[in-house]
């Protein structure tokens, strides 16, 4: 793994280890309690948008003004749910994203669609912990995970009614999930440099020719317009992944809806 993945994993290490055993039965109850999860949304037309509110990028800085966090990224969910986002992706990670899971709950508590806990999760405990906050689905890093636990973090998901989006990197993490491809609800193809944290478009293209078919693609990273979007929906990518084009835009309800239109447009025209 590179530097970066590193530092994160040993971030969210530390966190899962302070999952006490009293404070995971106390998630437990308060997942019990929480919602029923919510099904990812699908449009007949093949192209929608999970759109990812977040306050700081490690390449960008911070993106969203100081002030009350969660009211900006409850205000941000509630645009991305007017230009009609398929999921919304919450950033947990604290320490390069200023993630918190008081986030995650108030959005999903603010929202009618699903929310996704963003983070770098390594440890079946965190899957408790995101649903007790709301969570309908999560981000699963198939590099970070290896070919067990994936496995193990998958069949748990499904189990608490979530559904996973597993990240990869590049064809040689597409072994890991080989074993779990009847079970795996999303594939994303991150489309980051992990050595320097820039962004090819290049990857998504190559991944494109060797994704199974049966899965639905969400393509990640450096996705700003609906050029972008009309881009990778001719590749055959059923979603987007988009954060920081929305989060730093001025209208982002607007930039959503053209995202979304554009790669419709672009599915429909290749059908």
Request: no cysteine; charged share 25%.
């Amino acid at each position: 793994m590179s530097d970066f993945l590193d530092q994160m994993v040993a971030s969210s290490r530390q966190r899962a280890d302070r999952l006490t055993a009293d404070r995971l039965e106390r998630l437990a109850e308060m997942a019990q309690r929480a919602a029923d999860p919510i099904d990812i949304m699908s449009s007949s037309r093949r192209f929608d948008v999970i759109a990812e509110a977040k306050l700081r990028s490690p390449v960008s800085g911070r993106l969203a003004p100081a002030g009350d966090d969660i009211q900006t990224v409850v205000s941000l969910a509630r645009a991305y749910e007017a230009g009609g986002a398929a999921a919304i992706s919450i950033l947990t990670e604290p320490s390069r994203f200023d993630g918190e899971l008081s986030h995650l709950k108030a959005v999903a508590d603010a929202v009618s669609v699903p929310v996704m806990r963003k983070d770098f999760l390594v440890d079946p405990a965190q899957l408790v912990e995101s649903r007790a906050h709301g969570a309908s689905g999560v981000l699963l890093i198939a590099r970070i995970l290896g070919n067990g636990i994936i496995t193990r973090m998958i069949e748990q998901t499904r189990e608490m009614g979530m559904f996973a989006l597993v990240e990869l990197f590049g064809p040689e993490d597409l072994e890991i999930v080989s074993s779990t491809r009847g079970s795996v609800d999303l594939l994303g193809v991150n489309a980051r440099d992990l050595s320097d944290l820039s962004v090819r478009s290049d990857p998504l293209e190559s991944m494109a020719r060797v994704l199974p078919t049966e899965v639905a693609w969400v393509a990640e990273s450096g996705l700003t317009t609906p050029e972008d979007a009309a881009e990778v929906a001719r590749l055959g990518y059923g979603y987007a992944l988009v954060g920081t084009g929305l989060v730093s835009s001025a209208d982002p309800t607007s930039v959503l809806r053209d995202m979304i239109a554009a790669g419709r447009a672009a599915r429909e025209g290749d059908s």
